[in-house]
């Protein structure tokens, strides 16, 4: 099979058009993708994944290093960057989470340059415009995480291996320079999230499926090699920490729920109008190549992103835990470009704007509720508990924390990300701070055998997570009453409760 890519109607245009055109609207859509993400960003409460995004990033270099060789090593090259630029601008949620939303204005760009390259202009424009509201977009747009920095990445790296595919260099000098910056790129990308490396199985099943870039076979598979040399580190690093993904295996992420729904729209109406939309446009692909077996149609390339990274993911899940809906975040531009190529498969430019209005309209509804102040993590308070925390104790007072939780859902983490709210707050329980060691989180005393530690304290703050063995059992409360405090007043703020406790007289 051969391929025809389209041709942009800026190319017919005069050169000195292009060049003072040709960047214009992808520039446009990528502000307009970047103002989607960003709006509201600073909304929702930090939640458990940003806490340890956060927290790294906070950690002096000597102690950041020395945490990346015990865990989340694959995440080292994001908390790094992270580092910096909260040196530079803070830890707020407005400020940590801005590179993300910038890089979403680069996703959408890329999607419309990607999309006028496989489909042509006007198809490129809608493939950006539902890119820029599709829920994983606007998840990630506003997630202090490397997803969207990731796609990004395995955006542009897309659009060269086009480029490559596409043209043809006076020197094979400049052909073998231009090869090696592509493995750079995947090289790079695999260090900022290792399942990037699957975009390598993507590139290579379009182009082993096409006779018109035979020519090129040699040079990919040579470039992909260096690249998987290159990364080959942050691999073995990821592999010998593989039990950090363990509690995969305990969560019911690989479910069809997951899959069809959570991992790119949001709700069961957006999935069912989508699905049906990429059904559409695999359905055109197919009667195009059965009129003509001898070109591959160019939105296979789309289709396979959309689909190989995702069936590699579930079925490494049946062996090792390996799969999760956010996992495939990097994917999201190859479903824009699915959804405008079926799209465009529709009858009548009434219908198409249509199904394009349809398709918005199903994600504002998710896009919206993901910039509500318990978006997160099914309902993570920790600023709201700060805040109230801030505004009602007194210096000197105890601040105690359930610890029965898991880690990245415990109360403790809202000290580290507000810990303008706890100045002047005794930790009782603390045994020895994250800072001080090579692990992501403090640990910690059992409430029992600080007694000692509470004798001089008067007043006590409790916080506990809403449901956790501590808060249904009442055993730090009973401890507590045993050491002498009465309690004064509960609290229920979202998810997490503040018990005010004093002693007794």
């Not at 897309?158 to 094979?172: A, G, K, P, Q």
């Not at 359905?283 to 995702?310: F, H, N």
Request: overall charge positive.
């Amino acid at each position: 099979m051969t391929a025809t890519l389209a041709r942009s109607s800026a190319e017919t245009r005069p050169a000195g058009d292009r060049r003072t055109t040709g960047w214009r609207l992808p520039i446009g859509l990528g502000l307009l993708g970047f103002v989607a993400a960003f709006a509201g960003s600073w909304v929702p409460s930090f939640w458990g994944d940003e806490a340890a995004s956060v927290m790294s990033a906070e950690r002096t270099l000597p102690s950041l290093i020395g945490m990346l060789k015990n865990v989340d090593a694959v995440h080292g090259v994001y908390y790094l960057l992270l580092h910096f630029w909260i040196q530079a601008f803070g830890a707020s949620e407005f400020s940590v989470r801005l590179p993300s939303a910038i890089a979403v204005g680069v996703i959408v760009a890329g999607t419309f340059v990607l999309g006028r390259m496989l489909l042509g202009r006007n198809a490129g424009i809608v493939a950006a415009v539902l890119c820029a509201v599709l829920p994983r977009t606007s998840f990630m747009g506003a997630d202090a995480r490397s997803y969207a920095l990731s796609t990004a990445i395995a955006l542009w790296i897309t659009i060269l291996f086009l480029v490559l595919l596409l043209h043809r260099f006076s020197t094979s000098t400049r052909h073998r320079l231009a090869w090696l910056g592509y493995a750079a790129g995947i090289a790079i990308g695999i260090y900022v999230f290792l399942y990037l490396g699957l975009l390598l199985l993507v590139h290579g099943a379009f182009l082993f499926s096409s006779r018109a870039y035979r020519r090129n076979r040699t040079s990919w598979l040579a470039a992909a090699a260096l690249a998987v040399a290159l990364a080959l580190p942050i691999v073995a690093a990821g592999y010998g920490q593989r039990g950090q993904i363990a509690f995969l295996a305990h969560r019911s992420y690989a479910t069809a729920r997951s899959v069809l729904v959570t991992q790119w729209f949001g709700n069961p109406f957006l999935a069912t109008a989508g699905w049906l939309v990429i059904a559409a446009a695999i359905a055109g692909a197919v009667l195009a190549w059965r009129r003509r077996p001898e070109v591959s149609p160019p939105v296979l390339l789309a289709i396979l992103w959309v689909i190989l990274p995702t069936l590699v993911l579930l079925g490494l899940n049946a062996v090792t835990p390996a799969y999760s809906f956010r996992y495939v975040s990097f994917c999201v531009p190859g479903v824009a470009i699915v959804l405008a190529a079926g799209i465009r498969t529709f009858t009548g430019r009434t219908v198409r704007i249509a199904a394009v209005l349809l398709l918005l309209v199903l994600a504002v509804p998710t896009d919206v509720g993901q910039r509500g102040p318990f978006a997160k993590d099914r309902g993570s308070d920790l600023a709201e508990v700060s805040a109230l925390l801030g505004q009602e104790a007194r210096a000197g007072d105890a601040v105690l924390f359930d610890e029965t939780t898991a880690p990245r859902q415990r109360p403790r983490l809202a000290m580290h990300l507000y810990p303008g709210a706890f100045a002047g707050l005794r930790d009782v329980t603390l045994k020895r701070p994250y800072r001080a060691r090579g692990e992501l989180w403090d640990t910690t005393y059992p409430l029992a055998d600080v007694g000692a530690e509470l004798a001089p304290v008067s007043r006590v703050w409790l916080i506990e997570l809403t449901g956790s063995p501590d808060n249904v059992d009442g055993t730090d409360l009973r401890t507590l009453a045993g050491d002498g405090f009465d309690l004064v007043s509960t609290q229920i703020v979202h998810r997490t409760i503040i018990y005010s406790l004093a002693r007794r007289p």
